[in-house]
């Protein structure tokens, strides 16, 4: 099985940056998408970014355009999610995830492997 460990959250000024990792325990895919999620109190899960396999295919959501940016070491089964600008918006437990195949996706539903979350929270 997999399992996903989230760490880097914290608390920032709006402005301000922070840089989100995501740590697989082993393999478990040959192709695999990898994406940040976030949810914050009241509100539903909402997709922020993704990853293919390889590294080469991303999507953001058009909120973060800009100022979050995803990457991937392929060696150490890690995900990042480097975030600059930081707006009292972002506030949210962030998520990573992870699906079988090749296709990035978009949607929660998608994505069969979760981590336990990290908070983000950003201060006006």
Do not use: H
């Amino acid at each position: 099985q997999v399992r996903l460990i989230e760490s880097g959250g914290g608390l920032v000024q709006a402005g301000g940056s922070l840089s989100l990792s995501c740590a697989a325990t082993r393999r478990t895919f040959s192709s695999y998408t990898m994406g940040w999620f976030r949810q914050a109190r009241g509100k539903e899960r909402e997709f922020v970014a993704a990853i293919n396999w390889s590294g080469a295919s991303t999507k953001y959501e058009d909120s973060v355009k800009g100022r979050f940016t995803i990457s991937r070491n392929t060696d150490e089964d890690t995900m990042y999610l480097q975030m600059d600008s930081l707006k009292p918006e972002d506030t949210a437990v962030y998520y990573c995830a992870v699906r079988p195949g090749v296709e990035v996706q978009i949607s929660a539903n998608d994505y069969f492997y979760w981590g336990q979350g990290t908070q983000v929270t950003v201060s006006s």
